[in-house]
């Protein structure tokens, strides 16, 4: 297989007037794809997550060049190599190194990358299943094993808190702690996703609106055995509050706001970890690791349910949409792919 003359391609272009930038499908010569490594993949697969919603959208400063293809994941099949480590034909994975940001995404037919920012594909996983996880997915079993390593295990008999649980984060975390055994409380702006996250795994539902108006000074009863937070803002401040002694809150996220206030009685008086959870560019070992307990842990229930299969032209609205809370679970992009059976 070699890339052809020309190939699709999802631009982003910032409009000669300083206004935002425009997201649009166009077909682009092999010359135009930069070369940003070593090895040349052709992509079958890529997702939507929130830093590409706010790319292709404009509304938050991600990209840091023009023109840029946006998708900070992909999976596709090696093309070319000058890497000993991948040959043609390989199935690989790549996720964050500011893909989508700093250097050319996932989104078009074609990718130029670094040859240490791909995996092999893990076992008990494929190309589909591995996008269909990804960074989401990574993020989720990264907060996972963060908590692990402090302590965190199922015998406690209490329930660990997922935040944003419909959203593709909360959605994989609820899943793979079910999987491990771990009872778990989803909370929850959206009233209507009540079912949908019990099938994931919740053993409960909180709403958030309810679960915020309760709360009541710096420390509440200890109720949480481990919180996975993707909100931020005053949801993880009353999170903290909530925690049992010598528990931990992995923070991922700040769909909600960016700042948060607390007091520090949670870490003094409980004994309280706050562990802060970034994928992009953490190291390849533990991604590695994270990966592989993916492919042990992968939830089968329930992953046709959580994503949903798209083209790249539809990525634009499907990335407005996520910003508008109108999107639960992952969002697909198939690119080269033709497979939709998850369960494989």
């Not at 092999?30 to 959208?57: C, H, M």
């Not at 079910?178 to 989803?186: E, M, P, S, T, V």
């Not at 420390?219 to 009353?238: C, H, K, P, Y």
């Not at 329930?302 to 798209?310: A, S």
Request: proline share 4%; aromatic share 8%; net charge neutral.
């Amino acid at each position: 297989m070699s890339i052809p003359d020309h190939f699709r391609a999802l631009i982003i272009s910032k409009p000669k007037d300083g206004g935002h930038a425009i997201a649009k499908l166009a077909t682009i010569s092999r010359e135009s794809l930069p070369v940003q490594g070593e090895v040349l993949i052709q992509v079958f697969y890529s997702s939507l997550n929130w830093k590409d919603a706010l790319a292709v959208t404009g509304r938050g400063k991600i990209v840091r060049s023009f023109p840029m293809v946006p998708g900070i994941d992909l999976a596709g099949i090696v093309v070319e190599s000058s890497d000993s480590r991948f040959k043609r034909g390989d199935p690989v994975i790549a996720t964050g190194w500011g893909l989508g940001e700093r250097h050319w995404g996932g989104m078009a037919e074609y990718a130029s990358v670094k040859a240490e920012w791909l995996l092999p594909v893990p076992s008990g996983l494929s190309l589909l299943t591995c996008m269909a996880f990804g960074t989401a997915g990574l993020t989720a079993m990264l907060s996972i094993l963060a908590l692990e390593e402090f302590g965190m295990t199922p015998e406690s008999g209490r329930e660990v808190l997922v935040t944003g649980a419909s959203g593709g984060v909360g959605s994989f975390a609820i899943a793979f702690l079910h999987r491990r055994g771990y009872k778990i409380a989803a909370l929850s702006h959206r009233k209507h996703n009540h079912d949908y996250l019990v099938n994931l795994g919740a053993d409960s539902v909180i709403d958030l609106s309810e679960f915020l108006a309760t709360l009541r000074g710096p420390l509440q009863t200890e109720r949480w055995a481990g919180a996975i937070d993707n909100l931020g803002g005053d949801v993880l401040s009353a999170v903290l509050s909530g925690m049992t002694y010598r528990s931990g809150v992995a923070c991922c996220g700040l769909v909600r706001a960016s700042e948060f206030s607390a007091t520090v009685f949670p870490f003094i008086l409980r004994g309280v970890r706050l562990i802060g959870i970034e994928s992009a560019f953490c190291p390849l070992e533990e991604r590695q690791r994270a990966w592989e307990e993916i492919g042990k842990t992968r939830p089968l229930k329930g992953l046709e349910e959580i994503t949903g299969f798209y083209s790249l032209e539809e990525v634009p609205d499907l990335a407005r949409a996520l910003l508008d809370g109108k999107l639960r679970g992952r969002s697909l992009i198939t690119i080269a792919g033709l497979e939709k059976a998850l369960v494989q």
